[in-house]
């Protein structure tokens, strides 16, 4: 059947006429060069390469989506490509893609059948979205301290929780770096828990060579702001379980996809798929670098992961430990290196919306040492590199 193109009773455009409107498009596009520097203040010129990335394949891809027509689909050629390469890497059997983690992390707490009112625990240093997530599926949140090597879940604590008191467990793995994911998930296993996975920072990563997302019944992956896969918004949840996959379409369809991701955000998304793994091992190398060359940096990362060695890092961004962060982000932020706080800890929230296992000290500590330095920096090569350890080691940064 011939696809319909235009509203009925208007005349279709002249196919010049739409060449012309792709050539600017195209044209627009172009202007912005690849690499194009970036700089957070009139007063710096330390290059830093553009995200989201200006990829000549980026742009070919949403082009050539324009011209087949199906960028207006709900689940189109694009979007089912996509959910094919997630799964793939990811080694699951299904893949759901919806307008962002977030949604993701909601879905797959609905999708588990655990009764209302049960409780779902987290990190109390983590991403508060997920948090809300717990509440807006029905559960409540039981905070568990973070390690501070990590800023992820800490096992220690959360094996204490009798196993009559939670239904499952909810793990981020925050600024590129493992959470103790094969721990948490033995703690499950061994307590009958549901496990979820956000691995909305770190795609690409791989835990004992098994690939993050995989490792729990549910894992979530998200394309917003400035992820190391990006469309601006967007998520993907994956599974191997059939039962829960299985309720996704009750959930989310009505009957259309009523959170879809859309067909020119997966194309760009699969224009970068390609690269992704190139983009994590410059990021981690830079990482290297910057410890072995920056002293300062050195003794704020000094409480490495002990994963590290068996582990494919993402390093999403550069998580420092500082006892002076206001200065050492003012300093940053003179040099044109985007930096700011990381996330607040949620050792405040009320109790009428929350439990709390202890005083979550490590995670009172993170939020008030935590200094994230932008993945834009650590995506710098060559010679911006080189300006960028000398800049570095002429500050005073403590």
Known sequence: MERRTQIAGS???????????LGKIEKSFLLRNSFEPFSLNTTASLPLPAWPPQWPEIQQAVLDCLSSQHWADYRGPAAEQLAGNLAKRAGTESCRL?????????????????????????????????????????????LIDAAT??????????????AEELAAVLVSHLYGIPAEIQSIAAICQEKGW???EDACQVPGMTIAGKPAGSWGDCGVFSF??????????GGALLSSDAAIAATWSRLLDRPSDALPIGELPAAALNAQLPRLDDCNQIRNHCTRQ????????????????????QSAFTQYKLALQCESRTEVMDQLRELGIPAGPGYRSMHRSSQRRCDRWGDLPNCQELEQSLCLIDQRVLLCQGQAREQLIDALNRRSCT
């Open 149 to 162: 090597h990590n800023f992820s879940l800490a096992p220690a604590p959360l094996r204490e929780v009798p």
């Open 224 to 233: 917003g702001g400035n992820k190391p896969l990006t469309a601006g918004s």
């Open 194 to 196: 549901r496990l979820i």
């Open 11 to 21: 005349p279709a455009p002249p196919e010049n006429a739409r060449r012309i409107c």
């Open 98 to 142: 919806m307008s962002s983690g977030s949604i993701g992390v909601e879905t797959s707490l609905r999708s588990l059948g655990l009764p209302t009112g049960s409780r779902v625990a987290l990190c109390g240093y983590d991403y508060p979205g997920n948090f809300r997530a717990i509440e807006l599926a029905g559960f409540r949140p039981l």
């Open 290 to 309: 910057l410890i072995e060359q920056v002293p300062w940096i050195a003794g704020a990362t000094e409480k490495r992961s002990p994963l590290q060695s």
